[in-house]
């Protein structure tokens, strides 16, 4: 790496550092909203290899997190040790699973709920493709609402609650940690973790992009027929986004538990999956730094808002709600957007979709 890429690249490192430092000092509800916009653009970059990667149209991505998070909720919780007594008999002290364990058995589950839904939807396309899809997140959804008879798996609407936080070697994610005189919140600790989480999905993203898997995804985005023509096993690449794409929405809903310490059907209904498909579109189809941007920008919008919402409320003597009041000014906000950059905020440029080099490129990287 040459000086000139090395320098910005330490800064944006100290500065991602040292910002819930500086938030954590105005509130800690300024550190949450990074907390939450770091699992927004974790699903953003799953769903950007389904998405943006292979041209398939998902609308049940959130349906991923769901399975990562129900899974944690149920292995780090009492609750199955109180309504399932064969449980209780083996886990006297009840189960708490480590993130070293949790981490690999949401995405594991989450891929292979991927790869289930991708299997009978290899043959469709465009708008089918994504009523299937559609389906299949209200079908995980409406699952999870009703598995509380006659045996009680996930509490019905009620949820889960009493999740156990992270430990991260003597370090516990739900207590302050106290550094002499020095405090850092458990907000500021869940943002390191996962800013950590986000960064190695970065890198993974970036190799899948540059690889011959990403070149065969992206031909399968632009012309299917003619991929599978030139030879290209178009079923298993199919089904292998669906997979990989799933695996972060799993390591996602397993930090959103842990983050939370509570679960429900409400976390995971349909305008969720709608957000995340707005958040890649309106950052750039594709385009990984356009994926990061566009989903920061639809997590932390919506928050920041309030604090107009509120003052226009008063304006109106309260006869606008404040939720909806600021639920059209995103509206708004995107239909601006989408007017001005149609290819979203920061798209990919044209020879990182070409599958092959530019001879610009080419005379650069010899040069």
């Known amino acids: 790496m040459n000086k000139n890429r090395l320098l910005p690249f330490l800064g944006a490192a100290v500065a991602l550092a040292v910002l819930p430092l500086l938030l954590q000092g105005v509130g800690e509800a300024w550190v949450r909203i990074l907390d939450t916009a770091l699992l927004y653009i974790l699903l953003a970059l799953g769903l950007n290899i389904v998405v943006g990667f292979a041209g398939l149209l998902d609308l049940g991505y959130i349906a991923f997190a769901a399975v990562g998070a129900y899974l944690f909720a149920l292995l780090a919780s009492p609750h199955l040790a109180e309504n399932l007594p064969?449980?209780?008999?083996?886990?006297?002290?009840?189960?708490?699973?480590?993130?070293?364990l949790a981490l690999p058995l949401g995405a594991g589950l989450a891929a292979l709920a991927g790869v289930m839904l991708g299997a009978p939807t290899l043959k469709?396309?465009?708008?089918?493709?994504?009523?299937?899809?559609?389906?299949?997140?209200?079908?995980?959804?409406?699952?999870?609402?009703?598995?509380?008879?006659?045996?009680?798996?996930?509490?019905?609407?009620?949820?889960?609650?009493?999740?156990?936080?992270?430990?991260?070697?003597?370090?516990?994610?739900?207590?302050?940690?106290?550094?002499?005189?020095?405090?850092?919140?458990?907000?500021?600790?869940?943002?390191?973790?996962?800013?950590?989480?986000?960064?190695?999905?970065?890198?993974?993203?970036?190799?899948?992009?540059?690889?011959?898997?990403?070149r065969a995804w992206m031909a399968i985005r632009e012309d299917e027929v003619a991929a599978k023509a030139m030879g290209l096993n178009t079923r298993n690449l199919k089904l292998l986004a669906f997979g990989l794409g799933a695996t972060f929405g799993g390591v996602s809903g397993v930090l959103f538990a842990s983050f939370q310490g509570f679960v429900s059907p409400e976390s995971f209904s349909l305008q969720e999956s709608i957000l995340v498909?707005?958040?890649?579109?309106?950052?750039?189809?594709?385009?990984?730094?356009?994926?990061?941007?566009?989903?920061?920008?639809?997590?932390?919008?919506?928050?920041?808002?309030?604090?107009?919402?509120?003052?226009?409320?008063?304006?109106?003597?309260?006869?606008?709600?404040?939720?909806?009041?600021?639920?059209?000014?995103?509206?708004?906000?995107?239909?601006?957007?989408?007017?001005?950059?149609?290819?979203?905020?920061?798209?990919?440029?044209?020879?990182e979709d070409r599958l092959i080099p530019d001879e610009a490129a080419l005379k650069e990287g010899q040069a």
């Open 277 to 351: 498909v707005a958040m890649v579109v309106l950052g750039g189809l594709g385009h990984i730094p356009g994926v990061i941007l566009g989903a920061f920008l639809l997590a932390a919008l919506p928050e920041v808002l309030r604090h107009v919402a509120g003052p226009l409320q008063a304006m109106t003597d309260g006869r606008l709600d404040a939720a909806i009041l600021r639920q059209l000014l995103v509206a708004v906000a995107m239909i601006g957007i989408m007017l001005a950059r149609p290819r979203g905020l920061w798209p990919a440029p044209a020879h």
């Open 86 to 100: 064969a449980v209780a008999a083996m886990f006297p002290n009840g189960l708490h699973t480590p993130i070293w």
């Open 124 to 214: 469709l396309r465009g708008d089918y493709l994504a009523i299937v899809t559609l389906g299949f997140g209200e079908i995980i959804r409406v699952f999870m609402n009703n598995l509380d008879a006659p045996v009680n798996i996930t509490n019905g609407p009620k949820g889960i609650n009493a999740i156990e936080p992270f430990r991260v070697g003597p370090i516990n994610l739900g207590e302050p940690w106290h550094i002499g005189s020095f405090t850092l919140p458990p907000v500021t600790l869940h943002y390191y973790l996962f800013l950590g989480i986000v960064i190695l999905a970065v890198i993974v993203c970036m190799r899948l992009h540059d690889s011959r898997l990403g």
